[in-house]
């Protein structure tokens, strides 16, 4: 799972930044038109559709469903009456893990994204103070890129995961 949740977004984080960087043209990041507004409007819908594969993946009638995996199945340590015992995953728990991942991943995410849009005018405000006080630019891009990065990796691992777990539910659901 660490490609899906990790490396893989960690890549389109890179490309993405990359792209961003060489824009002649930036686009707005915050405020009305801003690209955070956009985003928080598509993964506001998110959390809804998150819940309701994790309820029917819990509630779902098929034996199939707790069977474990085929090999080589994934482990995860999980306590049992105080201690930690590895346990080889079923599809069901596979899936529940997916989907609260996502429930997760989604609602932190819009959180930080209604923060930024709600402080929008502050940072405006914030970016002047800090131009007037060091005399620079960096530490506002550093501020701002690592803010940047951390939320686009974000986004990147919710939609890998999700593709993962569409893939997973389309495909390898159905085999033995």
């Known amino acids: 799972m660490r490609t ?18 060489v824009l002649p043209v930036k686009p707005a990041l915050v405020g009305a038109s801003g690209l955070a507004g ?21 509630t779902f009638g098929s034996a199939t469903m707790d069977h474990e995996m085929p090999a080589p199945a994934p482990e995860v340590e999980m306590r049992v009456r105080g201690q930690q015992v590895p346990v080889k995953l079923t599809r069901r728990l596979f899936l529940s893990y997916l989907f609260s991942y996502l429930v997760i991943l989604s609602f932190g995410l819009c959180l930080a994204l ?31 890129g690592a803010v940047g990065l951390t939320l686009t990796f974000t986004l990147a691992s919710m939609v890998v995961s999700t593709l993962h777990g569409v893939f997973f539910l389309a495909e390898k659901i159905h085999q033995p």
């Open 4 to 21: 899906y949740t990790t490396w893989l977004p960690l890549l389109l984080t890179i490309l993405a930044g990359a792209f961003y960087a």
């Open 114 to 144: 209604m923060a930024i849009n709600a402080l929008a005018p502050s940072i405006h405000v914030l970016q002047a103070a800090i131009g007037r006080w060091t005399g620079v630019t960096w530490p506002w891009l550093i501020v701002k």
């Open 38 to 58: 956009s985003v928080l409007t598509l993964v506001s819908t998110l959390p809804g559709f998150y819940f309701a594969g994790l309820a029917a993946v819990a």
